[in-house]
């Protein structure tokens, strides 16, 4: 029986990370059966709980190396892990646990990773050192290859896949429907929904004010209904209530947690979806549902890119009127752009395939070319 060890984001509440926990997880179970899964997790009984899987605490050092003196492989996965602008420790936490393997001797697979930003001198040089010591490296999009590439890393086998999400499968539209409902959401009346899944940004005034002049005018003029949705809960829900308090009419704002089939269902119901949080973006993608992205950080772009798109703008330079424009551009061609997704969506989960080739290559010791 193999035996897999999982390292990333995991049990903090935001539904992007959980959801690239299900997809590796659903992904691993589907090729490799009798996979025993083990998950580094801040809340271990929640992460077993929704994945299935053995979880330890992500903090207890002697327990991790236990973990990881028994498996087969490391897998460091998903997600935004190699970065120090929102934490200067995550760089160090994830290049510990990966040390933690190599010391140990075990194969170790960087899975579907968007590489950066790294800023700092001394962080650059520790991704450089560990990363090529390790057997195989997948990322999500050409630009973490390129910062990779930038930073020394060119030992191991890199190859471009695609955000381990990407591969969730479509839910049905009546299993967010009646979530929107217990929300607030006015059933059977028409009205086309437009959903905002934004993302406190430093100074939040500026954002505030355009979102929710935007959301009123949408209200208002269009006859549509708006509903926010918060993608990582606590964060996203503080600002939700700022905006609200800003309104004038009545939008929904979703202020329950759900999980990742209830959020996939809840982002299906929308008509347009303008998106600051990646795994927004995503979701909306696997839903078929047409979209406007906002960008925070380069892996928005990279999305949008891959989508055959762009970011409408940077999020500390949204305005009210370049966000009215794009909504009523997009609008006008949301038919044309379900095709597009659909056919952008099925690429994209072909390249997925490719991580769950190169662990059950890495698992019976095939060399990674």
């Known amino acids: 029986m193999a035996k897999i060890v999982i390292s990333g984001y995991y049990g903090f509440n935001n539904i992007g990370d959980e959801s690239i926990l299900t997809s590796i997880v659903s992904n691993l179970k589907q090729s490799i059966p009798k996979a025993e899964i083990t998950v580094l997790s801040v809340n271990p009984q929640s992460t077993e709980k929704k994945h299935g899987v053995k979880a330890i605490n992500r903090k207890k050092i002697m327990q991790i190396l236990q973990e990881i003196k028994n ?5 460091s996965g998903g997600g935004s892990l190699l970065q120090d602008v929102t934490s200067g420790k995550s760089v160090s936490y994830y290049l510990g646990v990966i040390m933690m393997g190599l010391l140990l001797k075990k194969k170790v697979m960087i899975y579907s990773q968007g590489i950066g930003p790294v800023n700092r001198g001394y962080n650059r040089m520790l991704v450089k050192y560990v990363l090529n010591k390790v057997d195989c490296i997948t990322v999500r999009d050409e630009k973490s290859m390129d910062e990779l590439l930038k930073m020394g890393v060119d030992i191991p086998p890199i190859f471009v896949t695609a955000d381990p999400v990407i591969g969730l499968d479509k839910v049905p539209l009546e299993l967010g429907r009646e979530k929107l409902i217990q929300e607030g959401l006015e059933a059977d009346n028409g009205r086309s929904l437009i959903g905002f899944a934004i993302r406190g940004w430093k100074k939040n005034d500026k954002l505030k004010a355009v979102l929710a002049k935007t959301a009123d005018r949408l209200i208002e003029e269009l006859d549509v209904q708006v509903v926010f949705i918060p993608f990582h809960y606590g964060e996203d829900i503080r600002f939700m209530e700022e905006i609200e ?6 939008a929904v704002f979703v202020k329950h947690k759900y999980d990742v089939r209830e959020m996939l269902g809840i982002t299906g119901n929308l008509d347009l979806l303008v998106g600051v949080r990646l795994h927004s973006l995503i979701f909306a993608a696997i839903m078929n549902v047409p979209m406007i992205g906002i960008s925070y950080d380069p892996k928005n772009d990279s999305f ?18 370049d966000l009215l424009i794009e909504i009523e551009a997009k609008w006008a061609n949301r038919h ?8 952008c969506v099925v690429s994209l989960k072909e390249k997925l395939s490719l991580n769950e080739k190169l662990v059950h290559d890495l698992l019976v010791g095939e060399v990674i070319r």
Do not use: W
Request: aromatic share 2%; net charge negative; charged share 40%.
């Open 71 to 75: 498996c087969d492989l490391l897998i």
């Open 245 to 250: 308090k800003e309104m004038k009419q009545q």
């Open 304 to 321: 949008m890119a891959s989508l055959e798109q762009k970011c409408l703008c940077n999020v500390e330079e949204l305005t009210f009127e």
């Open 336 to 343: 044309e752009e379900k095709e597009i997704l659909k056919k």
